[in-house]
């Protein structure tokens, strides 16, 4: 407890003492987009208000390679040659801080060219041409800097090129619907049922010759537990209670231990957790989390826009994508001589983008380096149901805390959604998160966030119940259920170990095992020539490639520098949920692809 006070007084001191080190200022601002005015503040050494070409180069000086290598190299001349002319004032420097901080790649810009060019854009665009002040200065600069490649510049170009008649298999979201994955049939009786006004649902005369009566009861009972109101009505903020009593028997039967209704949120999707999770941890520009490199771009663009600050701990392609106490201990000594405060760090399992499943003792090994550390653990446990490899079995971060003493301390949010597992129902926007040990003050001001936005979908909250409680065993709808869901999942497992042999059969492509989850994660050897190609356009490696591999063939993957790689690595991210015959002719092209994009810059 004294340690834990001891790291927060500190964190409290840093924040309340603000460093006049403009190499510090510069990073903090790099990272959060804040603290402008004091930045301009410790380069204007002499308190006059505007910088002179002196104080200029004596801020330039004191960035190291490292920093300066983040800024727009025309940013920089433009800097140096306007104080040349005059002294600068906080008003130039703030315009200047928003272009020395635009993507390198100009990824900005590409993408609001991308975004004019949306086929279902429909009109849009201001009344008049005057100047605005609301503009990409005065912006809040943290939504400037968030990213989210998932569905960035290649995705839009793709949706273009579908709009003017290319064949385009995407390949970049885990959607499994849009790609052809089918509902499963009780989930989407149940919910047209409770939908439906009662006269013309649960009480018509005919629904029984039109629905199974384990659907009529679920339904009867789902509406009986909103109450007279419908789906339509607002629940309480934490969702209905009786669907809170779903999840926790859920976890009870899933883990062995107990649950509390209580301590249920059903949220719209697992993303809307997260990021009330991170907007209440995340007090000051100093404030960290340490999340998988690579990683989900949730977190990345989530932090960036709440202004904390992202400490990356690198996982190891080479031993299945694996991450050492070690590893661990020396990123958060790293941060933390650099004035951060680790709050929190996220734990993907099973993995998105690489598709590993951490055994018992990965996850304890996670666990109690944030119990030690005081550090809260966000688990995203999404994928659970997604797990295909031999040998290979999901394990709960509650359920491993709760069986280890030595974890009774650790401070626990895990994260679970209807988007992903076997029921692919996206667009519901459905999910729950659970908060485990802790503080009751903080889980009072969670429920007030949630409040704020009154509550989440109600067919969200409806699918959630279904996804952790379907028909039951024996009844009318089991046997197509079980066909339904069993189906779904040889073909994940068939569809992902043919993706991952075809690439690996590929000179120049290697992949690890997709052991869970709905993706692969290929590294790939660009030549040469190639690599100057996209130095001189501005673009990373990996998004040339997309993009060539995108216009050559129709398939629309993510480069793999929108979820954060080893520094010199290249690849892409690409789902198996596309249908098989599908999937074998994405094989065949990534092949002819590769080798023609090759041969191309040889």
Same mark, same amino acid.
Request: proline share 4%; with cysteine; hydrophobic share 35%.
């Given at each position: 407890?004294?340690?834990?006070?001891?790291?927060?007084?500190?964190?409290?001191?840093?924040?309340?003492?603000?460093?006049?080190?403009?190499?510090?200022?510069?990073?903090?601002?790099?990272?959060?987009?804040?603290?402008?005015?004091?930045?301009?503040?410790?380069?204007?050494?002499?308190?006059?208000?505007?910088?002179?070409?002196?104080?200029?180069?004596?801020?330039?000086?004191?960035?190291?390679?490292?920093?300066?290598?983040?800024?727009?190299?025309?940013?920089?001349?433009?800097?140096?040659?306007?104080?040349?002319?005059?002294?600068?004032?906080?008003?130039?420097?703030?315009?200047?801080?928003?272009?020395?901080?635009?993507?390198?790649?100009?990824?900005?810009?590409?993408?609001?060219?991308?975004?004019?060019?949306?086929?279902?854009?429909?009109?849009?665009?201001?009344?008049?041409?005057?100047?605005?002040?609301?503009?990409?200065?005065?912006?809040?600069?943290?939504?400037?800097?968030?990213?989210?490649?998932?569905?960035?510049?290649?995705?839009?170009?793709?949706?273009?090129?579908?709009?003017?008649?290319?064949?385009? =298999?995407?390949?970049?979201?885990?959607?499994?619907?849009?790609?052809?994955?089918?509902?499963?049939?009780?989930?989407?009786?149940?919910?047209?049922?409770?939908?439906?006004?009662?006269?013309?649902?649960?009480?018509?005369?005919?629904?029984?010759?039109?629905?199974?009566?384990?659907?009529?009861?679920?339904?009867?009972?789902?509406?009986?537990?909103?109450?007279?109101?419908?789906?339509?009505?607002?629940?309480?903020?934490?969702?209905?209670?009786?669907?809170?009593?779903?999840?926790?028997?859920?976890?009870?039967?899933?883990?062995?231990?107990?649950?509390?209704?209580?301590?249920?949120?059903?949220?719209?999707?697992?993303?809307?957790?997260?990021?009330? =999770?991170?907007?209440?941890?995340?007090?000051?520009?100093?404030?960290?989390?340490?999340?998988?490199?690579?990683?989900?771009?949730?977190?990345?663009?989530? =932090?960036?826009?709440?202004?904390?600050?992202?400490?990356?701990?690198?996982?190891?392609?080479?031993?299945?994508?694996?991450?050492?106490?070690?590893?661990?201990?020396?990123?958060?000594?790293?941060?933390?001589?650099?004035?951060?405060?680790?709050?929190?760090?996220? &734990?993907?399992?099973?993995?998105?983008?690489?598709?590993?499943?951490?055994?018992?003792?990965?996850?304890?090994?996670?666990?109690?380096?944030?119990?030690?550390?005081? =550090?809260?653990?966000?688990?995203?446990?999404?994928?659970?149901?997604?797990?295909?490899?031999?040998?290979?079995?999901?394990?709960?971060?509650?359920?491993?805390?709760?069986?280890?003493?030595?974890?009774?301390?650790?401070?626990?949010?895990?994260?679970?959604?209807?988007?992903?597992?076997?029921?692919?129902?996206?667009?519901?926007?459905?999910?729950?998160?659970?908060?485990?040990?802790?503080?009751?003050?903080?889980?009072?001001?969670?429920?007030?966030?949630?409040?704020?936005?009154?509550?989440?979908?109600?067919?969200?909250?409806?699918?959630?119940?279904?996804?952790?409680?379907?028909?039951?065993?024996?009844?009318?709808?089991?046997?197509?259920?079980?066909?339904?869901?069993?189906?779904?999942?040889?073909?994940?497992?068939?569809?992902?170990?043919?993706?991952?042999?075809?690439?690996?059969?590929?000179?120049?492509?290697?992949?690890?095992?997709?052991?869970?989850?709905?993706?692969?994660?290929?590294?790939?050897? &660009?030549?040469?020539?190639?690599?100057?190609?996209?130095?001189?356009?501005?673009?990373?490696?990996?998004?040339?490639?997309?993009?060539?591999?995108?216009?050559?063939?129709?398939?629309?993957?993510?480069?793999?520098?929108?979820?954060?790689?080893?520094?010199?690595?290249?690849?892409?991210?690409?789902?198996?949920?596309?249908?098989?015959?599908?999937?074998?002719?994405?094989?065949?092209?990534?092949?002819?692809?590769?080798?023609?994009?090759?041969?191309?810059?040889?």
């Amino acid at each position: 407890l004294r340690s834990g006070l001891l790291r927060h007084l500190e964190g409290f001191r840093r924040f309340s003492s603000p460093s006049r080190d403009p190499k510090m200022l510069f990073e903090a601002y790099a990272s959060t987009s804040r603290s402008s005015a004091e930045l301009f503040k410790s380069i204007d050494s002499d308190g006059d208000g505007l910088i002179d070409p002196k104080e200029v180069k004596e801020f330039l000086d004191k960035l190291p390679v490292t920093t300066l290598e983040k800024i727009n190299g025309v940013a920089i001349q433009a800097l140096q040659a306007k104080s040349e002319r005059e002294c600068l004032d906080l008003e130039y420097f703030q315009r200047w801080l928003v272009m020395a901080t635009r993507f390198g790649d100009s990824r900005g810009s590409r993408m609001e060219k991308e975004y004019k060019m949306l086929p279902d854009l429909g009109e849009y665009g201001a009344v008049c041409e005057e100047p605005k002040s609301w503009n990409a200065n005065t912006m809040a600069q943290n939504l400037r800097r968030m990213q989210y490649a998932v569905r960035g510049e290649v995705v839009m170009k793709a949706e273009r090129l579908m709009a003017e008649g290319k064949e385009i =298999i995407f390949t970049n979201i885990g959607n499994p619907h849009s790609v052809g994955q089918q509902p499963i049939t009780f989930y989407r009786q149940v919910m047209a049922l409770c939908d439906l006004p009662a006269k013309d649902g649960i009480d018509h005369p005919n629904v029984t010759s039109m629905f199974p009566s384990d659907v009529i009861d679920r339904a009867r009972e789902i509406k009986a537990a909103i109450g007279g109101s419908g789906t339509g009505a607002y629940t309480g903020s934490q969702g209905v209670l009786s669907f809170r009593q779903d999840v926790v028997d859920f976890i009870e039967k899933r883990d062995g231990y107990p649950s509390k209704t209580g301590n249920i949120f059903l949220t719209n999707g697992a993303s809307s957790g997260i990021q009330a =999770i991170l907007t209440g941890l995340l007090a000051n520009d100093h404030d960290a989390v340490m999340i998988p490199i690579p990683q989900y771009p949730i977190y990345s663009a989530l =932090i960036t826009l709440l202004c904390g600050r992202q400490v990356g701990y690198e996982l190891d392609e080479s031993e299945g994508w694996s991450v050492s106490r070690e590893a661990l201990e020396t990123q958060l000594k790293i941060s933390q001589s650099e004035g951060l405060t680790v709050k929190a760090m996220a &734990m993907i399992n099973p993995g998105n983008p690489t598709g590993q499943v951490l055994n018992e003792e990965d996850v304890a090994t996670i666990c109690q380096f944030c119990a030690d550390n005081g =550090i809260v653990l966000l688990s995203d446990e999404v994928y659970q149901r997604n797990v295909y490899a031999a040998g290979k079995e999901f394990h709960s971060a509650k359920k491993v805390a709760m069986s280890r003493p030595s974890l009774s301390s650790l401070q626990l949010v895990s994260f679970h959604s209807t988007s992903k597992g076997l029921i692919g129902e996206c667009g519901r926007r459905g999910g729950y998160m659970e908060l485990h040990n802790i503080d009751t003050y903080i889980q009072t001001q969670i429920y007030k966030l949630a409040s704020s936005g009154l509550c989440s979908g109600v067919n969200g909250q409806i699918m959630t119940s279904l996804m952790l409680r379907g028909p039951p065993e024996g009844g009318e709808s089991w046997d197509l259920f079980q066909k339904e869901e069993s189906e779904i999942f040889a073909s994940l497992s068939r569809k992902a170990e043919k993706l991952v042999d075809g690439l690996n059969s590929i000179e120049g492509i290697e992949c690890e095992p997709a052991e869970g989850a709905m993706y692969a994660f290929p590294s790939i050897q &660009m030549p040469k020539k190639a690599l100057e190609e996209a130095e001189s356009l501005k673009q990373s490696p990996d998004t040339l490639y997309a993009v060539s591999l995108l216009e050559s063939t129709g398939i629309c993957v993510v480069p793999a520098s929108g979820f954060g790689q080893k520094k010199g690595r290249i690849g892409f991210r690409t789902t198996f949920l596309p249908p098989d015959d599908v999937m074998e002719k994405a094989v065949q092209e990534f092949k002819r692809h590769h080798e023609e994009f090759c041969e191309r810059y040889a």
